[in-house]
C-alpha cells in the first residue's frame, strides 16, 4: 500500500502539464468476436501509447501496480470456460515497486473463452480496469466495452476463404437520453469527423489553441508576493534579517551564502504549501470550486474575513507554542537552523501574508488543475525571497529602502478593499451557476464602483480606520495610486448602463445577465440567438438549413467571456455568428436539475448526470475527449465535425472567422 500512495505521489508531481485541453488517453481498446460452433472467443486488442507500458493480471504482489482486470457482467446467455488468457510479454524488475512486474508495450491481445447458451442474438457488456505507465507518470483507467453474440452466424470452417468470422463489437448507445448518443470512450470522433484534407483551408496547424494561463498564475504569485512584502509584518524584517547575516557570518561570501540559502528555504516552505493544498483537494474538487455553491459561499465569507482583518478590525495570528517552537529550532545554528529562520518568518507574518496567501490559493486553484496551487505558491515565494537575497549580495542597496511607518498599514487596508472586491466575485459565481438571479451584471459593477471609489477617498485621506497614522500631507506616490484607483472606478460606472467594460472580461458576469433588460434582449452574448438545449438546437438548424456552432461553456469560465468579448464582438465574426450558423452554447456548469425520469447514470463515467451541466459535461468529454473551456465544434446536422475544434481563449478574431469560414464551406460542400 505504501509503495501505491508513493507511486500517487509520483503521478501528482511529474504527469501534470501546463495545458488541459485534451484528456489523456494512453490505451485504446478494441474488440472482436472470434466464433465457432456454440462457442466463442472474446479479443480484447490494446494499443498501447509510445513509451508506456500496460501491466498484466498476473503480479507478484498486492502491494505493486495495478493489474489489467476484467469484469464481464454475467447473464443466462453464455456462461465463461476458464480464465483471460494473455500474451508473454516483458517481465523486468522495478525500482519504483521494488518487484518483478510483467507488462506489455506497443500492441497486445487478451482472449476470454465463453460457452454459448442461447439461440437468440444477446450482447456481452462489462468493464476494463487497468494502469499503465511510462518513466515519469502512470494513468489509471477504466474502459467500457460491448460485443454482439450472434448464435446463428457462420462458424469459422464455413467461410470460403477460411478466415475466422469476426463481429466487430458495437459502440454503446445511451438510451435515456432523448436522441440516442453514440459512446465510444476510446475514439476521438474519428467516425464523425468530415474530411479535413480538401480546398476549404484549415485554420489550425494540427494543435489546439495553447494555453498560457499558468504562467498568469505564477506571475499573479509573484505580484501577490511583492505585496506582501510591503505589508507591516515582512518589510521591517528585511533589513534586520540581512544585517543579522552580514554581522553574523565570518566573511561577506559566508553571509551571502547565508541569506540565499535563507532565501531558499522561504519558497521551499511556500511551494510545499501549494503541493499539500494540490494532494489534499485533488484535481476533481479544484475543478469544484469553480461552481461547487458550498465551496464559492465559503470562499465569499472567508474573504469579508480576510478584508475585516486588513482593515484592523481584527488579527489572524497562529497558535503562539507554534511560533515560540519555531524560533527556538532557529538558534541551533547550521543549515537547519536557517530553514527554522525562514520558518519562524512564515509564522510570525502570517497574519499579513495569510490573507494574500489564501486569495493566492483559491485563485490558482479555482477550476484548474493540479499544478495552479504549486505554480502560485512558486511565483509568490520567488518575490518575497527575492529582497533577501538581492539585499544580502548588495548591502548598500538597504538605505535606499523607505523607513517603516503609517503607510505600511495603508497597504494592508487597500488589500482589503480588493479581499470585498474578490469576495463578490465568488458570490457571484453561485448567483450565476444556481439562478438565483440576484447579483445581476449593473449591480455587481456598481458594488464594485463604491468599493474601488472609497479606496481612492481612502488613500487622499477622506476615509480613515483605527490603526491609522495621522497624515500630514498626501505624498505623490499616494496621490498617484489613488488617482489610478478613482479612475478605474470611472471607467467601470458606464457598465452600470450598459458599456461593455472589456478590461474586466472574464471578471464581471455576462452581459446578457443583466437587471435592465427590453423585449429584444435574449439570453445569449451580443444579443445574438441561441439554444441552451443541444436537441432544441440541432432540431432548429435542420428546418433553417445552417451548420451548427456548439460552444461548451461557463457561467464561470473567464476564458469563455474573454471569448466573448473580445472575439465574438469583432463586426465579421459576429455577422458570421448571426447569418450563418445556428448557435448551441452548452453551459457544463449549469446546476438545474433534470427531471427525476431524464437523469441516468452514465456509462462514459459511471457518476449520475443530474444537471443540465453534467449532460453536457459528459457529452463534450464523450464525443470530444476534452474536459476544458472554452470548446467551440462546428458540425452539420449529422454531428459530422466540419473543422478542428477550437479550445481555450485566443485573442485572435481573424483566425476566428476563418475557422467559421472552414466550417461553413464544408457544410455547403455536403449539401
Partial sequence: MIKRIFLLLTFLSFSLTATQAQIVKVVEWTYTVEQTDKEATLVFKATVKDKYHLYSQFLESADGPLPTTFNLNKNKNFTIT????????????????????????????????????????????????????????????????????????????????????????????????????????????????????????????????????FWGIFIAGFIGGLLALLTPCVFPMIPMTVSFFTKRSSSKRKGVINAFIYALSIIVIYVAIGFFVTITLGSDALNDLSTNGFFNMAFFVIFIIFAMSFFGAFEIVLPSWMVNKADAQSDKGGLLGIFFMAFTLSLVSFSCTGPIIGTLLVEAAHGRSYLGPVTGMTGF???????????????????????????????????????????????????????????????????????????????????????DSDIGHISVTRFMFALI??????????????????????????????????????????????????????????????????????????????????????????????????????????????????????????????????????????????????????????????????????????KYAQFLDEGLCRFEKGK
Fill in 381 to 467: 515565494a520567488v518575490a518575497l525571497a527575492l529582497p533577501f537575497a538581492l539585499f544580502a549580495a548588495f548591502p548598500g542597496w538597504l538605505n535606499s529602502l523607505p523607513k517603516s511607518g503609517g503607510w505600511l498599514n495603508s497597504v494592508k487596508v487597500c488589500l482589503g478593499f480588493i479581499e470585498l472586491a474578490l469576495a463578490l466575485k465568488f458570490l457571484s459565481n453561485v448567483d450565476l451557476a444556481y439562478h438565483w438571479d440576484f447579483l445581476k451584471r449593473e449591480i455587481f459593477i456598481a458594488c464594485w464602483v463604491v468599493i474601488f471609489g472609497m479606496m481612492g477617498l481612502y488613500l487622499l485621506g477622506k476615509l480613515k480606520f483605527s490603526h
Fill in 82 to 213: 476458464g480464465k483471460v488468457s494473455e500474451q508473454s510479454g516483458e517481465e523486468v524488475f522495478d525500482q519504483v515497486f521494488q518487484m518483478k512486474v510483467k507488462y506489455f508495450s506497443h500492441e497486445t491481445e487478451f482472449r476470454q473463452k465463453i460457452k454459448i447458451n442461447s439461440l437468440s442474438k444477446f450482447n456481452i457488456n462489462g468493464t476494463i480496469d487497468y494502469m499503465a505507465c511510462d518513466d515519469r507518470s502512470c494513468v489509471m483507467e477504466q474502459a467500457d466495452f460491448e460485443f454482439v453474440i450472434n448464435p446463428n452466424a457462420k462458424p469459422a470452417a464455413e467461410v470460403k476463404d477460411t478466415a475466422t468470422t469476426v463481429a466487430i463489437a458495437q459502440p454503446l448507445v445511451d438510451t435515456t437520453q432523448e436522441t440516442q448518443t453514440v459512446i465510444d470512450t476510446n475514439i476521438i470522433n474519428q467516425n464523425q469527423t468530415v474530411n479535413l484534407n480538401d480546398d476549404c483551408g484549415n485554420w489550425a496547424s494540427g494543435d489546439f489553441v495553447a494555453d498560457n494561463s
Fill in 485 to 654: 484607483t478613482l479612475c478605474f472606478a470611472a471607467y467601470m460606472t458606464p457598465g452600470i448602463w450598459g458599456a461593455p467594460v472589456k478590461l474586466l472580461s472574464g471578471i464581471l458576469p455576462p452581459e446578457y445577465y443583466k437587471e435592465w433588460r427590453t423585449t429584444t434582449d435574449t439570453d445569449c452574448p451580443h444579443n445574438l440567438s441561441c439554444f441552451h438545449d443541444y436537441d432544441e438546437g440541432m432540431a432548429y438548424a435542420k428546418t433553417q438549413n445552417k451548420p451548427v456552432l456548439i460552444d461548451f461553456t461557463g457561467y464561470n469560465c473567464a476564458n469563455c467571456r474573454k471569448m466573448e468579448d473580445d472575439v465574438w464582438s469583432d463586426p465579421k465574426v459576429l455577422k458570421k455568428l448571426s447569418d450563418d450558423y445556428v448557435l448551441i452554447s452548452l453551459y457544463v456548469d449549469d446546476k438545474t436539475e433534470m427531471p427525476e425520469d431524464k437523469q441516468y447514470i452514465s456509462k462514459f463515467n459511471g457518476k449520475k448526470i443530474k444537471t443540465k451541466g453534467n449532460r453536457w459535461s459528459e457529452m463534450q468529454a464523450m464525443r470530444y475527449n476534452a474536459n476544458t473551456q472554452p470548446m467551440y465544434v462546428l458540425v452539420d446536422h449529422k454531428e459530422q465535425t466540419l473543422a478542428k475544434p477550437w479550445s481555450g481563449y485566443e485573442n485572435n478574431s481573424a
